[in-house]
């Protein structure tokens, strides 16, 4: 027999197998000896009272019946003579699409214009270290795109729950933990996520497809609206069926090559901020209601949200336990962002502070038409840079000072490696944002005690948050509005936000190209 069941627990009832079956034999009135096994299928924290307590929805199976165990299986057939498809990008976006073009029986040749994630992972440690930006093997640049030195969360607010729990049957399949299935709010970690990148481009090796990295495409063989392949840096040609662009809301260049050969693509709201840190005792203390945090609970998290002068300021990507990181892809910008290890063990919690930007809020729309949100996001990157003016160094200023529009004497201690220097950030953030931060980060700290502070500092500038360009395509075929075989795809497109979504929208595109294929 199998029942699903519902149960509050203590979070160290919650993390102790057997503890937690006690609990549900007691609920179940049976005893222990009864339950053949227990499948935890989501575990939630619920820290709206003084105890907090942890949400559990589990299939218990009773009297000898045990559940059927089926092991997914993923049909990674050979595709090494198959037909080729061109993926440019290997982020989450290209490499679910690779996956999915071989369950098709199609053969992904995969363009990376950065390097392998073993040597990428030498390059961030020189990034951090000397300070100086490569601009092609980066936090944004490289194999696993833009996630593989993040927090890994792993949530969506997409509604294809199939199309999410095939990602993250893959990311198990790779080498994920097994609770990223069942977790409300699932993470990796930036310690984990490359062996599982590496894992994923054994797959598609072994299936014989083929990866390039270090191979920029920087020019498409487009004739009567039709494209038919790529050029990379180098002259090479690269000729395939369809063309999948999943190349990351970073990579400009792809966005001034389209807008100079005409090929359609539209500006889009973002938005831009800073990123506040804290200490991770303070919001552990505000959020579970606690003078030191259980040791059975996870570092707490926040997700905070209000409206100023009718624009949304939230936070953005919060990563518990984390530090801030370089990740700019071009030198004399400085650009932050967050990741965190598979623990969350820092000292730190941080997170971005962003303010919406609307298409009417670009400045010089008359002369860069398309690109003026691109434009203002560079902007206010170099921006940044010139205010601290010291390779990767950040500007940087209390959050307390901030609000109270105060020079910052002293900051406090930080995680962001490069370094940080004392700049007035309102002297040099365009007002707008400025104005509606400080207002933001006032509220902020009426909701979360110590969040306004003189020992939370904020970094300029949070300035990556999704892509100011969208690549117009059919909602239907997915296939660019105009040039036949492209599909503009993942977070670079406008499609996507976020590991899963980006992933997801890969296997979209593949999926439409592999229709195609079998009719
Ligand atoms: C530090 C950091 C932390 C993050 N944390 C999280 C998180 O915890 N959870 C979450 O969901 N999201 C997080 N994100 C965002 C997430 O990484 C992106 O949403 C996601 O990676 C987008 O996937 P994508 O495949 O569309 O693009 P990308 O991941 O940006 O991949 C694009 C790839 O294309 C390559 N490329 C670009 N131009 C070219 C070219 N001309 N030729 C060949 N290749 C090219 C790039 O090198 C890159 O590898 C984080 C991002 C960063 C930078």
Redesign the pocket.
């Known amino acids: 027999m199998k029942k699903e069941i519902n149960i509050k627990l203590l979070p160290q009832t919650a993390s102790i197998k057997e503890a937690y079956t006690k609990e549900i034999a007691k609920k179940l009135k049976m005893k222990i000896s009864d339950i053949s096994e227990i499948e935890v299928l989501k575990r939630s924290i619920d820290a709206r009272k003084k105890n907090v307590q942890i949400m559990m929805r589990a299939n218990v199976w009773y009297d000898g019946e045990k559940p059927q165990k089926i092991e997914e299986e993923f049909k990674f057939q050979n595709v090494a003579n198959k037909e080729p498809v061109i993926v ?8 679910f699409a690779a996956l999915k073009l071989i369950e098709q029986g199609l053969k992904p040749i995969v ?4 390097s392998s994630v073993e040597t990428r992972k030498k390059d961030v440690a020189l990034i951090n270290r000397n300070k100086l930006m490569n601009t ?1 093997s980066n ?18 607010r997409s509604k294809k729950r199939g199309n999410a729990n095939f990602v993250l049957d893959i990311l198990k399949m790779h080498g994920a933990n097994q609770n990223i299935l069942t977790e409300a709010h699932p ?1 990796i970690g930036s310690n984990m996520l490359p062996q599982i990148i590496v894992n994923i481009r054994k797959t598609i090796l072994q299936a014989g497809a083929e990866i390039h990295f270090n ?4 020019n498409f063989i487009i004739k009567n609206n039709e494209i038919s392949g790529v050029v ?1 840096k180098n002259g090479d040609k690269i000729i395939g069926k369809s063309v999948i662009l ?6 400009r ?2 966005y001034e090559l389209m807008h100079s050969k005409k090929i359609r693509i539209e500006s889009k709201p973002f938005a831009m901020g800073v990123r506040v840190e804290h200490q991770q005792a303070v919001i552990d203390s505000a959020q579970y209601n606690c003078k030191t945090r259980n040791e059975y609970l996870p570092p707490a998290n926040y997700s905070l949200v209000t409206q100023v002068k009718s624009r949304g300021v939230y936070s953005f ?1 919060m ?1 518990p336990g984390g530090t801030i ?1 370089p ?1 700019a892809t071009n030198q004399n910008q400085i650009v932050v ?4 290890p598979s623990k969350r063990n820092s000292e730190f919690a941080n997170s971005g502070i962003v303010v919406e930007i609307r298409k009417q809020d670009f400045p010089r729309k008359e002369k860069f038409g398309v690109l003026a949100g691109l434009k203002f996001q560079e902007y206010l990157e170099k921006l940044a840079f010139k205010n601290a003016n010291n390779g990767l160094t950040a500007p940087a200023q209390t959050v307390s000072d901030f609000v109270n529009n105060k020079h910052s004497q002293s900051l406090p201690k930080t995680s962001y490696n490069p370094g940080v220097v004392s700049s007035d950030l309102h002297q040099w953030l365009p007002s707008h944002i400025g104005k509606r931060l400080q207002t933001a980060l006032s509220m902020f700290g009426n909701k979360i005690k110590g969040f306004n502070s003189n020992q939370a500092i904020i970094l300029g500038v949070e300035s ?1 948050t ?1 892509s100011p360009v969208r690549i117009p395509r059919d909602k239907e075929t997915l296939e660019h509005l105009e040039v036949k075989n492209l599909y503009p ?5 406008g499609y ?8 997801i ?2 296997i979209r595109c593949a999926e439409k190209i592999g229709m195609l294929h079998k009719n």
Do not use: Q, W
């Open positions: 440019v990008g290997a982020g989450p976006a290209g490499l363009i990376e214009r950065g092609e936090y944004c640049f490289g194999e696993g795109g833009a996630g593989t030195f993040s927090d890994g969360k792993l949530f969506t993470h191979t920029k495409v920087s990379t999943a190349t990351g809301h970073s990579a260049d792809i990507c990563c990181v990740a962002n967050g990741m965190s990556r999704s795809c993942g977070e670079g497109a996507a936000g976020g590991i899963i979504s980006a992933a929208d890969g």
